[in-house]
């Protein structure tokens, strides 16, 4: 079903996704590009969605997280074999608040927790024993208490300019609907295959 609405669309694509995907349906290939603009592409788990925009977490100082702050730029897009669909989300980046990255945080599960504190992302190890040693401090240093956010994770908001919706179909006719947001709302085009 189409609507005016893009983020109910998506809604209901998810909905659609999470009924029949073998794999998690929030997984999303995230699109970003350096300063020269080189892109980067990874994927990510979207951990929430609504009017404002599309919401994943990281580690500020990973190659995404840089590439984020010096070019506040991205592209999302989620693809779910089972129900044919693709949906592609463009427009720029912002910082989550701070309230919004700690209570994300604390719903998430200890070890991922720990593993946030642990992992330099994106940086260089000499092997695994360094990074299970760092886990096992870590874990110590936290015994009996929650752990904090490290001031070094967070997320970012994408804040949808383009969304397309494509859904497969045969003879590669694929069906094609974007919504461009305007000042004044959404506005809807058909695209060719």
């Known amino acids: 079903m189409t609507t005016a609405d893009p983020i ?19 997984r999303a290939a995230l699109a970003t590009c350096d300063t020269a603009g080189r892109p980067s592409l990874r994927f990510v788990l979207v951990k929430d969605w609504n009017e404002r925009g599309f919401v994943f977490y990281t580690n500020l100082e990973s190659r995404k997280g840089r590439e984020l702050r010096e070019n ?4 999302l897009t989620f693809h779910w074999g089972s129900t044919g669909d693709q949906v592609r989300i463009e427009g720029p980046v912002e910082p989550v608040s701070e309230t919004e990255a700690d209570i994300y945080f604390q719903g998430r599960p200890r070890g991922s927790q720990l593993g946030a504190w642990a992992s330099h992302q994106s940086q260089p190890i000499t092997g695994r024993d360094e990074l299970t040693q760092r886990l096992a ?27 397309e919706f494509w859904h497969d179909q045969p003879d590669r006719l694929h069906d094609r609907l974007l919504y461009t947001r305007t000042a004044t709302g959404w506005q809807t085009s058909l695209l060719s295959p």
């Open 8 to 26: 109910a669309h998506f809604h209901e694509c998810h909905a659609r996704a999470a009924l029949r995907e073998s794999f998690d349906v929030t």
């Open 72 to 75: 506040p730029h991205a592209a």
């Open 137 to 163: 401090e870590l874990t110590g240093r936290f015994e009996g208490q929650p752990v904090p956010r490290p001031p070094f994770w967070s997320g970012f908001r994408l804040l949808p300019a383009r969304i």
